[in-house]
């Protein structure tokens, strides 16, 4: 129940493409979905987050789409550059009122081809 | 030196050596974590920090032992250690260790053990 399953494992798009990365979760206890970036040889950081209260929210190119009835939410790239080729990881947490532990997914290895 | 700094970058070591991981936050954080970061595999959550104190250990073997001697500094000491705990080890940092507050990460110690 603490698992947060993330697919595909790899992604291969075309520059100006979308990638979509999936996730899911069974903790209906989660209210907290971040989604972080790594770059080769860098720690992961925060590239955008969402909260159940909303069913999408866009930064930019990036956006977060939830579905809570489904217990699933999505990153998509849109217009996806080679510069954002890096390896993106879901995670979720009770963020409120508890530990913020966060579970991440496996992690997805995109590669934005010129 | 601002964010989260680690330090040695990369490490090779015996399996009956004594090393130790140095991480400091530039940030003001209250909390500080630990993660190992294996491929193919989801982060995980080793210990939990807040205010110098810990709050989770992640039934992580005795032969990782953290130290938190003030809310800048975290070390992870480690003693005969297996080749199955060579992976990137990832310190990072959050305002505080309750509700979902971003957590910066530093770039890690690739460590090996032979």
């Known amino acids: 129940q603490q698992q947060v399953k993330q697919s595909p494992q790899s992604l291969i798009v075309q520059k100006g493409g979308i990638s979509i990365i999936n996730c899911a979760y069974e903790n209906t206890a989660f209210d907290y979905f971040p989604w972080y970036q790594q770059f080769p040889g860098k720690g992961p950081a925060l590239l955008i987050a969402i909260r159940p209260d909303v069913s999408e929210k866009k930064e930019g190119r990036f956006t977060i789409s939830f579905n809570k009835s489904a217990k699933q939410f999505s990153l998509h790239i849109m217009d996806s550059q080679p510069g954002d080729s890096a390896t993106y990881f879901c995670?979720?947490?009770?963020?409120?009122?508890?530990?913020?532990?966060?579970?991440f997914g496996q992690g997805t290895t995109l590669q934005v081809k010129p | 030196e601002t964010g989260v700094t680690q330090t040695p970058r990369h490490l090779v070591m015996g399996m009956t050596n004594k090393k130790s991981l140095k991480c400091e936050q530039h940030?003001?954080?209250?909390?500080m974590y630990w993660y190992k970061q294996s491929a193919k595999k989801p982060l995980e959550l080793m210990f939990v920090y807040s205010l110098e104190e810990r709050v989770e250990n992640n039934s992580v073997p005795s032969r990782f032992s953290p130290e938190c001697p003030n809310s800048s500094h975290l070390f992870l000491h480690l003693h005969t250690l297996q080749p199955e705990d060579s992976a990137l080890y990832l310190c990072?940092?959050?305002?505080?260790?309750?509700?979902?507050?971003?957590?910066?990460f530093g770039p890690g110690t690739r460590l090996t053990v032979t």
């Open positions: 995670a979720a947490s009770k963020g409120s009122g508890n530990t913020g532990k966060l579970i």
């Open positions: 940030l003001g954080h209250n909390a």
């Open positions: 990072a940092s959050s305002q505080d260790d309750r509700g979902a507050f971003e957590q910066y």
